[in-house]
């Protein structure tokens, strides 16, 4: 079995989801480019930002990888919701994927498709480990976040913006100043942090206990089960 993983960031969703899978999916391993795949292997490319037009080209592009090595079985697609809902979001995806096929004869021809909406954004799926809620926040800032919306108790995909410009910039905050109370300040260490094994098992206990929580987070998690 082989994956072609395209995700949007750079940096986070790479960190992020190559931890991850060594949790999830310890028989894969990661490849370097493409064509290097044979068998139980990965290759994880980033899309490197959320504008449509790079979003399209980086699919299309996948696509025509995946048909010319031609044994990937699985093409998984991994975006941030954003300001859209995630039933906007996936219908425009395969709205595309209809275009191409009927406009360009372009289809993927032996891999299924995967779509994984990050529902706001990855940092709305980190916010779900209650084990990094403080039981008095020192910082008055977070102490306004928790007041607005207590993302221990309360789904985090529900969350507002609570002012900010995008849901994603408010998330990313929120997120930053709970590893902060732990003196990780460091945005890339507080990745590293969250691509632990004992991070990933405190979100999979966190949407065991509460099912209707963290949604498309769920979706990520079950799709890895059913590849396993």
């Excluded at 289809?107 to 809620?133: M, P, S, V």
């Excluded at 913006?161 to 100043?177: C, Q």
């Excluded at 632990?196 to 089960?225: G, M, W």
Aim: proline share 3%.
């Amino acid at each position: 079995m082989n994956l072609f993983f395209l995700v949007e960031g750079k940096v986070a969703e790479t960190i992020i989801y190559r931890g991850w899978l060594a949790h999830l999916v310890p028989q894969l391993r990661e490849v370097n480019s493409p064509q290097d795949a044979t068998a139980q292997n990965y290759y994880l490319t980033s899309i490197g930002g959320r504008e449509q037009s790079m979003t399209k080209l980086a699919i299309k592009g996948a696509i025509n990888e995946v048909n010319a090595k031609s044994n990937y079985d699985y093409l998984v697609v991994c975006l941030d919701a954003e300001e859209e809902t995630v039933e906007l979001l996936t219908a425009e995806i395969y709205d595309y994927l209809q275009q191409l096929a009927t406009q360009e004869n372009l289809q993927l021809e032996q891999t299924q498709f995967i779509l994984i909406i990050q529902n706001r954004c990855l940092e709305t799926w980190l916010l779900g480990n209650r084990a990094i809620y403080p039981d008095m926040p020192k910082d008055k800032e977070l102490n306004n976040y928790l007041a607005y919306h207590h993302a221990k108790h309360a789904d985090p995909e529900l969350m507002g913006a609570h002012g900010f410009t995008t849901h994603a910039k408010f998330h990313k905050r929120y997120w930053w100043l709970l590893l902060a109370e732990q003196n990780i300040r460091n945005s890339r260490l507080q990745l590293k942090e969250a691509s632990k094994k004992n991070y990933l098992d405190q979100l999979r206990a966190r949407v065991s206990a509460e099912p209707s929580h963290l949604q498309t987070f769920q979706t990520f998690i079950n799709f890895c089960h059913r590849i396993d």
